[in-house]
């Protein structure tokens, strides 16, 4: 059962472009959550979504990011504009259906975005 | 919201000794806390989680205690050894039934474990 794949691993951007980041949850699992990390820091949570709904996006800054989790295909965090302040490890985790809501959050293996 | 401190920020012991870090949180409805190792680069793991309606869990070397009380909960790991250095970070979430929510993180301790 492979685990969480997020995509890129790296992705680098100059100041003003747009950056999106994917991430296609465990097989099974139909929540989505994405965290950020500065460096040497903890994560900070930022939207939580179902398939084609968002359910919390309490942790996403109001301008220049979105995110999405359509019926098909992988959910895609959009950062746009970016900004020097938006380098950071992006983290997306899922867990099961709410049927099975005490199961726990896996993580996938980030991705590392560098601002120029 | 949640607030999560977490304690100490770095932390050295010798091999074999015993390590010890602890998390308070803020919001008494939080019922699930999940502890993470991070190693360098690479993804948070989930070592032992605990819910609110247990005191104590145990899974090999590691150990984690909670007092709903005081709010706060304890990470123990015994016979440390030098692949248990990483950054631990604890967790709290409001879990119920047809709901999963977040994870309020702590800012995470070093754990250096010297051979």
């Known amino acids: 059962n492979a685990g969480v794949m997020q995509n890129p691993r790296h992705l680098v951007r100059r100041r003003g472009q747009e950056a999106r980041l994917r991430c296609s949850p465990m097989?099974?699992?139909?929540?989505v959550y994405w965290y950020r990390q500065l460096p040497e820091e903890g994560l900070k949570f930022m939207v939580y979504?179902?398939?084609?709904?968002?359910?919390?996006e309490s942790g996403m800054p109001k301008e220049r990011f979105s995110a999405e989790f359509p019926k098909e295909g992988p959910s895609i965090l959009r950062i746009q504009q970016v900004v020097r302040g938006d380098s950071a490890a992006y983290f997306c985790?899922?867990?099961?259906?709410?049927?099975?809501?005490?199961?726990?959050?896996?993580f996938g293996d980030g991705t590392r975005l560098s601002i120029l | 919201g949640e607030n999560v401190e977490q304690h100490p920020s770095t932390l050295s012991v010798q091999e074999g000794d015993s390590a010890v870090i602890k998390c308070t949180y803020s919001?008494?409805?939080?019922?699930?806390f999940p502890w993470y190792k991070q190693e360098l680069g690479k993804r948070p793991q989930l070592i032992i989680d605990?819910?609110?309606?247990?005191g104590e869990k145990k899974d090999q070397r590691i150990a984690v205690t909670l007092n709903k009380t005081a709010k706060h909960f304890s990470l123990h790991i015994t016979e440390t050894q030098p692949e248990d250095s990483a950054v631990y970070f604890c967790?709290?979430?409001?879990?119920?039934?047809?709901?999963?929510?977040?994870?309020?993180f702590g800012s995470g301790t070093q754990l250096t474990v010297l051979p």
């Open positions: 985790a899922s867990s099961p259906f709410e049927s099975h809501s005490n199961q726990p959050q896996h």
């Open positions: 097989k099974g699992h139909s929540h």
């Open positions: 979504l179902q398939k084609e709904n968002i359910i919390d």
């Open positions: 919001d008494s409805a939080s019922n699930y």
């Open positions: 605990i819910r609110s309606n247990v």
């Open positions: 967790a709290a979430s409001l879990r119920s039934s047809g709901s999963a929510r977040q994870l309020t």
